[in-house]
């Protein structure tokens, strides 16, 4: 880890974040649904471009560390995580690990929502 490294996901990071906010202000003024559109849709922007900056980096290493530092962990990171399991599953798929990633799936999904059960039940009196 370098100090350029961190700058770069320092910067992507706060982007990403900035964006995901924008993106939750605009759909909470317009929408009032309770399934959490905003962050569905942050999700969904947050895989295209880490989808697409893989794809269109995949031959041009020169590159690589740069924009991966700066758009895969910074912006995505900061726009949302969810584009890194998404990504990461879809490696154990590629690799023909079809039961690794069910696995990520349901157990990611399962542990994060007992996180939050664990810690946002309020105890009932």
Do not use: H
């Amino acid at each position: 880890m370098n100090f350029q490294s961190l700058i770069l996901v320092f910067i992507g990071g706060g982007i990403g974040s900035v964006v995901r906010y924008g993106i939750g202000k605009a759909v909470q003024s317009q929408l009032q649904w309770n399934f959490p559109l905003a962050t569905f849709i942050a999700n969904i922007v947050s895989c295209a471009i880490m989808a697409f900056t893989l794809f269109y980096f995949k031959d041009k290493p020169a590159f690589e560390n740069i924009f991966k530092t700066l758009i895969l962990i910074g912006f995505c990171g900061g726009l949302s995580t969810f584009s890194t399991f998404s990504f990461e599953t879809f490696q154990l798929l590629e690799q023909g690990k079809k039961g690794f990633a069910l696995l990520n799936v349901v157990l990611s999904v399962a542990m994060c929502l007992g996180v939050f059960y664990l810690f946002l039940l309020k105890p009932k009196t």
